[in-house]
């Protein structure tokens, strides 16, 4: 027989030697080992995982009594509040796929999400109620059933359901007997793009990849049992970057938090003794221009960053508070980071700002992701690591998507010769350490010169007097593109257009600094991004006017 030897022949796998990898198990054997450690913290709300894994079953059974099978859709609206936490475990329970939409979405996108996923259930906060029911109503999903999450601590909102998420636990069974999945390669979550372009794609994830991504956060992050974890980063976002199950696997404690504000975070950092939290560079550089009266606790605490590349100048200003920064890289189709600026003690010796300078770097690949590189698009031929020549970011591993949901056509746009291809381009150290350079879409070429947007802005971020800045190409007759900063100031700071643009040709070569700067608030989607697409078409509105 072919493919037969020693070690094949009588050695099969079976229920004792071979289980099918899934995060499920992670809150289990918490519940098991650790029932009385604390797991959720949120307001006055103080429950351990004994108690979590009660109301994790209790739901899972309950859905499964009102008919939800394996491959349904169960989608969610809602905050970091405590059922969004418990819906990572409920759903894949029972074998359907949970499915968290982006709470910053217009009627009209969710409805598209509602009925392209075929959700069949849909649980609801109440701060999103009014546009839940619009969109359910807009998709035409008359038989679908919606379950109200009550918050005593949100006032308004309405119930547009047929029942309450509590009346639904109490429906359950505690000691439901739930089944693993039977391939790991079972779809446990769905997960929407952006869609800034079109309609969004829905990447799907199964549980071998979650498993894996969630454990190697832990170890990525070298995050010590019982870690205290602040929900700054969006749970609706690559499933809040697979910590709800990474939480589980160290038996941590979850401390939500409704609203990203500076003062909420210092004050649960200060009085949970929270240790780890996550969030896109915006949210760090808005910690560290907070008032340095809220910055006032003595502990150890860690931030990972990611979703834009953060300015080397913010990543010094949280260090020098006392937040140590890790910063990572990836995107949906990836379970969020599989890429992390590994530090080397080597570097230990470097100045704050050289040390920043490392740091904004992206960095190596993941224990979870098999493989990294910076190729050609075309050849898929990796370029020379000399930290200039420039490619396309390519990745491959366990923590790749499935693919697009009902999209084969893009799923296979996006796999390239046995690699996903990301659409970043960047450049390989010498190190083996990529660099981001910008979105494809991003890069400015002026007269024949690459320029990078992430550049400009990290000089930009530099500057004391500003608060946020954002770089896109504004369309120039003679040059092709030219570089065009949006800023925003600190409040009480003046500066004009001559001046920033006279500081940034102070700090790079002068064919780089912006040529147009333009003042006030940017755009951001709720996980804290800048919105380049909104600001490109600023400034192609504003040559089309001048015309």
Request: aromatic share 8%; proline share 6%.
């Amino acid at each position: 027989m072919p493919n037969q030897n020693i070690y094949t022949i009588g050695l099969d796998p079976n229920a004792a030697n071979y289980d099918a990898l899934t995060p499920l198990s992670f809150v289990e054997r918490s519940a098991q080992i650790y029932p009385d450690s604390p797991a959720v913290i949120y307001g006055e709300i103080r429950r351990n995982w004994g108690e979590t894994y009660d109301r994790i079953r209790r739901a899972a059974s309950a859905l499964q009594k009102r008919g939800l099978r394996k491959g349904d859709t169960v989608s969610i609206i809602a905050a970091n509040i405590p059922e969004m936490f418990e819906a990572h475990f409920a759903v894949p329970m029972t074998g359907a796929v949970l499915n968290t939409i982006n709470t910053r979405l217009n009627t009209e996108a969710m409805a598209f999400i509602l009925a392209h996923a075929e959700a069949k259930v849909i649980l609801v906060d109440p701060e999103f109620s009014d546009v839940l029911d619009r969109a359910v109503h807009m998709s035409g999903m008359s038989d679908v059933l919606v379950i109200d999450i009550e918050d005593a601590s949100f006032e308004g909102g309405r119930c547009v359901g047929a029942l309450t998420y509590e009346e639904l636990i109490a429906e359950g069974d505690p000691e439901f007997q739930w089944q693993p999945p039977e391939n790991e390669w079972d779809a446990i979550s769905l997960n929407y793009t952006s869609g800034t372009t079109g309609n969004p794609k829905g990447v799907v994830y199964h549980h071998r990849g979650a498993h894996l991504n969630a454990m190697s956060n832990v170890v990525t992050w070298g995050m010590a049992h019982h870690s205290r974890y602040l929900w700054t980063l969006p749970m609706f976002h690559c499933n809040g970057w697979c910590f709800p199950w990474t939480i589980a696997a160290n038996a941590g404690v979850c401390v939500c938090l409704r609203a990203v504000r500076a003062e909420p975070i210092f004050e649960l950092i200060r009085e949970e003794k929270v240790t780890h939290f996550c969030g896109a560079p915006i949210v760090l550089n808005m910690l560290a221009n907070a008032p340095d009266a809220l910055k006032d606790f003595s502990h150890e605490v860690k931030v990972m960053t990611a979703g834009a590349s953060p300015p080397a100048a913010v990543i010094a200003k949280m260090e020098a508070m006392g937040i140590e920064v890790t910063h990572v890289y990836g995107l949906t189709e990836t379970y969020g980071p599989s890429v992390v600026c590994a530090w080397k003690s080597e570097w230990d010796g470097l100045s704050s700002n050289d040390k920043a300078v490392k740091k904004a770097r992206q960095g190596v690949r993941n224990v979870a992701l098999s493989g990294l590189m910076v190729a050609d698009p075309g050849t898929l031929e990796p370029m020379p690591s000399d930290g200039e020549s420039m490619g396309e970011i390519f990745m491959r591993g366990n923590n790749v998507m499935k693919g697009y949901l009902k999209n084969p056509s893009a799923t296979q746009k996006s796999f390239k010769g046995g690699w996903f291809a990301s659409g970043d381009l960047g450049v390989m150290h010498p190190d083996g350490y990529v660099e981001l350079k910008d979105r494809s879409k991003d890069i400015i070429i002026s007269g024949g010169e690459n320029i990078s947007s992430i550049e400009v802005e990290d000089v930009l971020y530099k500057h004391p007097a500003i608060m946020e800045a954002a770089v896109v190409a504004k369309p120039d007759e003679k040059w092709g593109e030219t570089p065009c900063a949006f800023v925003d100031l600190k409040p009480g700071e003046n500066m004009t257009q001559a001046e920033i643009i006279a500081f940034c040709r102070q700090n790079m070569a002068h064919f780089k600094a912006p040529k147009t700067v333009i003042f006030g608030p940017l755009p951001k989607t709720s996980t804290g991004k800048i919105q380049k697409f909104i600001l490109r078409d600023q400034a192609r509105n504003m040559v089309e006017e001048t015309q």
